[in-house]
């Protein structure tokens, strides 16, 4: 029997010292696709990535992918950062300001191509990949490819600070694809991009992870706009809902397990 | 005269900033970055001669550069004389003196640097040190330049350190103030006239290069900016 692609049951921490002890549960049996992550302000959405980056040290819980445990407290199980096949995309534009989108692209190209991860990438060698270090080269055919297809050739020679939020967005989204990854986490990547534009977007992000058979996490306020990107979809609760009693140290947050099969097997089947 | 001690002290400045600040890199880095405890009391001993009177620094450097100490004797058999009177010594002293002015600059920057921005270019797979050299260390050029430029306007000034450790030998370890100085007790003021305008006009051309680095320094922080 093949492995869970992704199995994901975890404690997060909360903010601040204080432990909230909310549970996150969820799992994933398809091997490529989008599931939406959203969920109100405050509910623990960017922490959910960040744990599953490997950014969060004070995590517990369980995050396998594949079979392989990425992070597993029982065992003392933590890879680090770079030992993931992960790709993260954090909430906000995150472009190096002191770089110009070119020089972006090239500096996440030429960190793709030195991964442990980079198959599908051609291989850049030891001697192959080295090049005197005042001159940074041009982007590699393949990461022209990524460009192009998220739009932003025209925008390759613009300081970072020109762009406006869409061609922004559109820059880091391209930057974060450039990495090849078995798991894409997006926190609002769609951000400042009109609609027909999110629409066009998520259709080119969808295309390529079906392409790369990776799987990947999107966080949005709009859940409308997954409908037709999604495969399933998980609700974070708010920390403190009307329902519970407020005092209650450990608040499980009501996580889908069958929602998401339940829409799984409604879209996939 | 002037000649001399004005290539003196432009020689000492320049030598003693660059290197400082090429020095600042992993002094600076090592302060902000480092988990380790032991950043504190490097802090410390860096900020020391901030505090410590030039004369009093001066005898102690006096002492651990003689030929009978140890170090003294390790410098002196690899250069081939004595280090105190002579210019390897005067360059020395002086990189100890100007030491916290041109680091303090590069680790304020240092620290400036957005996590966020560190985060990111952690998340795109890069180590430490290539964060280091390609991210954290561009970002803070005006701060690199604020340090040199401290080190040398630093470097040229000093009294102290410079009349103890370097003797006030004409052409090798005399500078512009210990010539002024010089010129004053002799009698000699047109010389030590000079020697100060020289000095004022560092000092000038000092200040307006922080200023203008100040106003840059704002720059590339402020574009990340939400």
């Known amino acids: 029997m093949h492995p869970m692609p992704l199995e994901v049951d975890l404690v997060l921490p909360g903010r601040g010292a204080a432990p909230s002890g909310r549970r996150v549960a969820f799992t994933l049996s398809r091997d490529s696709g989008i599931l939406g992550l959203c969920g109100p302000s405050g509910s623990g959405k960017t922490t959910l990535l960040r744990v599953m980056a490997g950014l969060c040290p004070k995590a517990s819980g369980v995050v396998r992918v594949d079979g392989v445990s990425w992070l597993d407290s029982n065992l003392g199980t933590d890879l680090p950062l770079e030992r993931r096949p992960v790709a993260y995309l954090p909430q906000g534009v995150s472009l190096f300001p002191h770089m110009d989108v070119r020089e972006n692209l090239v500096f996440a190209s030429r960190l793709a191509e030195s991964s442990d991860f980079a198959k599908g990438n051609p291989p850049a060698g030891r001697l192959g990949g080295f090049r005197p270090f005042w001159r940074s080269g041009g982007l590699p055919g393949w990461a022209q490819e990524v460009v192009e297809l998220f739009g932003v050739s025209r925008l390759l020679d613009k300081r970072s600070g020109e762009l406006s939020g869409g061609q922004a967005t559109r820059v880091a989204l391209a930057r974060c694809f450039l990495r090849s990854a078995r798991l894409y986490l997006l926190d609002e990547p769609f951000a400042g991009v009109d609609p027909e534009g999110r629409a066009a977007l998520g259709r080119i992000v969808g295309g390529l992870l079906a392409r790369r058979k990776a799987m990947a996490l999107l966080v949005t306020h709009t859940p409308d706009e997954l409908c037709s990107l999604a495969f399933g979809m998980v609700r974070l609760l708010p920390e403190e809902d009307g329902d519970g009693s407020p005092g209650l140290p450990v608040r499980p947050v009501q996580m889908s397990e069958t929602e998401a099969k339940g829409l799984l097997e409604r879209s996939g089947g | ?226």
Do not use: C
């Not at chain 2, 102290?160 to 002024?180: D, F, Q, W, Y």
């Open chain 2, 1 to 226: 005269m002037i000649h001399s001690a004005l290539s003196v002290t432009v020689a000492l400045s320049f030598l003693t900033a660059t290197i400082l600040s090429l020095l600042s890199l992993p002094l600076a880095g090592w302060i902000v970055f480092s988990k380790s405890s032991w950043t504190t009391l490097g802090e410390s001993i860096l900020t020391l001669t901030l505090v410590l009177p030039p004369a009093v620094l001066g005898y102690l450097l006096l002492v651990a550069f003689s030929p009978e100490s140890l170090p003294g004797s390790l410098m002196a058999r690899l250069l081939g004389h004595p280090l105190p009177f002579s210019f390897a010594g005067l360059l020395l002293a002086s990189l100890i003196y100007s030491l916290p002015f041109a680091v303090q600059p590069v680790a304020q920057s240092f620290r400036q640097v957005p996590l966020r921005t560190i985060e990111m270019a952690r998340i795109l797979g890069a180590r430490p040190f290539t964060v280091f050299r390609k991210i954290v260390v561009p970002m803070s050029l005006p701060g690199l330049a604020t340090g040199w430029v401290l080190g040398f306007a630093h470097t040229v000034g000093e009294f102290g350190v410079v009349m103890m450790v370097g003797g006030n030998i004409p052409g090798e370890t005399r500078t512009l103030s210990l010539k002024a100085y010089d010129d004053l007790l002799s009698m000699r003021a047109h010389g030590a006239r000079d020697s100060v305008l020289l000095l004022l006009l560092f000092s000038s051309l000092s200040l307006v290069a922080l200023n203008l680095l100040r106003r840059k320094g704002v720059d590339p922080h402020a574009s990340d900016a939400p």
